[in-house]
């Protein structure tokens, strides 16, 4: 019974801190995993001493896994029809192996699965005013570009929201800080139609990267408080959103972490929705699968497909979600 308690003890701690320390980011990493080997500990010491109550204890662990981890990996996709169709890219590019030559076998790699994909947007991370222009050069794309910390440089990681192909263009744009006194941006990018018409369909894309505890110099509380503050912006703003938004980007943190918790609730996780499986999208050490890139959209999408391309480019795997933007009076 103490297993099953600290069980649920951590997952209210999880879902609750905003900006979770690295102990507790590593054991909601493994959340799922704990909850389905408690179960199995309960079931198994119930057999050994023939007790009701572990076994109970057992059922309800298990319970829990079913209805909390199975739904979350298991699709329900919006099989309508209705809306206009859109095809959404997050990656992280990992700043294309910086490469910078014309001609590059991670350049090429890349370039060759968004084609393969063929999305109508792109989020991309981990990219330079330099990758943003050799895969543009390449792809058609019309992008808004920021490095992480604002300063201008051409080759400074930061990230892009990109339009791409035959339906979509850039309309208004910018960059911002999450908060005016810490230097650390996201990209908001209107996506209008090509063939606009009185009725056609305008939704905005906003990127992000949320910044890992390691990347910001400073005593371990002030990071904690940074991050706190910086996602605590990014909720109030989701929370505010009346247009057909997407918010795509690497979150850093895992699907049991108190952002996306908050973020579910006025957002549909595509891949929730319509994924199969984990979705892991980077492998830590070689061993642990972690899911902490990311694809949400306003309830005025309907979600028909989500799905992560076996991509060997980066040290991220892509995330690929198809959209419906719904009429509003839907």
Known sequence: ??????????????????????WLIAALTVLPWLWLGGAAALVVGAGLSRSRRLAA???????????V????????????????PLRVMEWNVQRLGWEDAEESPRLDCVSAEILRQDPDVLALLEVTTRDVQR?????????VQVDYRGTGSTGRGGLAACARGSRWRLGENHSRRFIEDIDWYYVFAEMLPLSAGPDSPVFNLVT??????GLRPGPPTEVVSDHNRETRALLDRMGRLQDPTVLAGDFNSARDAA???????SLVDSWEQAGWGPGATVLVGGLLPLRIDYVYATPTFGVERAFIPDVDCSDHRPVVSDL??????D
Do not use: K, T, Y
Not at 259 to 265: E, F, K, P, W
């Open 57 to 67: 204890a057992g059922l309800l662990a298990g319970l829990v896994f079913v209805g």
């Open 135 to 143: 895969l543009s050069a390449r792809l058609d794309l019309q992008c």
């Open 324 to 329: 419906r933007l719904r009429p509003a009076a």
């Open 208 to 213: 992000v990267h949320l910044q890992p505890h």
């Open 1 to 22: 019974m103490a297993l099953l308690l600290g069980l649920l003890l951590l997952s209210g701690i999880g879902r609750w801190v905003i900006a979770p320390p690295l």
């Open 69 to 84: 981890w199975v739904r979350a990996w298991a699709a329900w996709p919006d099989r309508s029809g209705s809306g206009v």
């Open 259 to 265: 952002v996306h918790v908050r973020l579910r609730r």
